[in-house]
């Protein structure tokens, strides 16, 4: 099964739509909750990550009964280093940003925390893309 | 402390026992603290034994806990997005803030209980805890 989803950069309001759906198949297909929550978790905090950085992304989910893989993409300034950006507390985040509850350089950090395997191949003026697993047995 | 006073603090510190509990329901919760359920009045009675207080939501996504209830003075929709990623049915929004209609609206749709409260964060953390709430860590 595969599932696709445009994110826009700066809209907040429907920062976490596309989480929030695949969170809905996830459930329906039955999958164990505590892989759900993970998936999820670190989905809507790359959904974020579009919105605060990017000007535009699209986030790609394909299940199949071994695994979940999830590839985020955007095109933005990118990610100049990135040891630097995994780091927790780092964060260039705007103000607007840390106004909406976000920004305090946990989100990568707290990506791989939730996932079995993650890379993250970014140009500096292009954008970025994640890709991360999570595996169902 | 002379020895009457201190047979005093024994004696009310026990009374003061016999009041906690290991978990409160939501209507318990906004009876103590003098809140509003302003969505979930009728949702059915989870019993509620932990609470994490943050107005920063990448915290709010770093952990791991369940019948956890979010304390937040951030009134905004990625407040609800946020529980709903963390599987968190029940969030208290201190200060006197509001919760917008968008809130509403989707924290009924994903079955998340918000109640409404005029106390700081500290006071609302500290009833909560003395009736028997605990902390994640």
Known sequence: MQLEFKVMGGDFANAGYASSEIKKVLKQINIDPKIIKKVVVALYEAEVNICAHAYAGKVSVEITPEKISVEVSDKGPGIPDIELAMQEGFSTASPAVREMGFGAGMGLPNIKKNTDFLDIQSTVGKGTTLKFINYLT | MDFLSKKLYIFVSILGNCFR?????????????????????????????????????????TVDSENLILITGLANLQAVRTAEMSDISCIIIVRGKKASEEMIQLAAESKITLIECNYTMFRTCGLLYQAGIKPLY
């Open chain 2, 21 to 61: 509990t290991d978990h409160m329901t939501h209507k318990e919760i906004s009876k103590l603290l003098n809140g509003r359920i302003i969505i979930g009045e009728g949702s059915e009675s989870t019993n509620y034994q932990y609470a994490f207080a943050s107005d920063l939501m990448s915290d709010v996504l």
